[in-house]
Nanobody, 124 residues
Framework: VQLQASGGGLVQPGGSLRLSCQAS????????VNWFRQAPGKEREFLAA????????NYGDSVKGRSTISRDNAKSAVYLQMNALKPEDTAVYFC??????????????????WGQGTLVTVSS
């Protein structure tokens, strides 16, 4: 399985971005999908998770209330809509897929596949 993350870029504080994660397989619905991010000099941080069917989600504290994770299994894609962006949101954003476990898992452990990352820069 290959994951292709896209949608990053330069955005002003208060702006919005929609990140996409495109999978190379039609069986993407078999996976719980997470978004993580990693800022320079910091550890990778859990942001959001979505269940296999897309009916359940979980968010990290740093993006809760400002972001929405969604998926379209027919397109083998997962999205992360981020609003009210702040300079501290600047990071490389990764999508990840896990075969086992549910949306409550916020750890990198057990992730089967990673996307290559897409850079989000929030700056005026």
């Amino acid at each position: 399985v290959q994951l292709q993350a896209s949608g990053g870029g330069l955005v002003q504080p208060g702006g919005s971005l929609r990140l996409s994660c495109q999978a190379s397989v039609r069986t993407f619905s078999m996976y719980v999908v997470n978004w993580f991010r990693q800022a320079p000099g910091k550890e990778r941080e859990f942001l959001a998770a979505i269940s296999r069917g897309g009916d359940s989600t979980n968010y990290g504290d740093s993006v809760k209330g400002r972001s929405t994770i969604s998926r379209d299994n027919a397109k083998s894609a997962v999205y992360l809509q981020m609003n009210a962006l702040k300079p501290e949101d600047t990071a490389v954003y990764f999508c990840a897929a896990r075969s086992y476990g549910g949306i409550s898992l916020k750890t990198e452990n057990g992730v089967d596949y990673w996307g290559q990352g897409t850079l989000v820069t929030v700056s005026s």
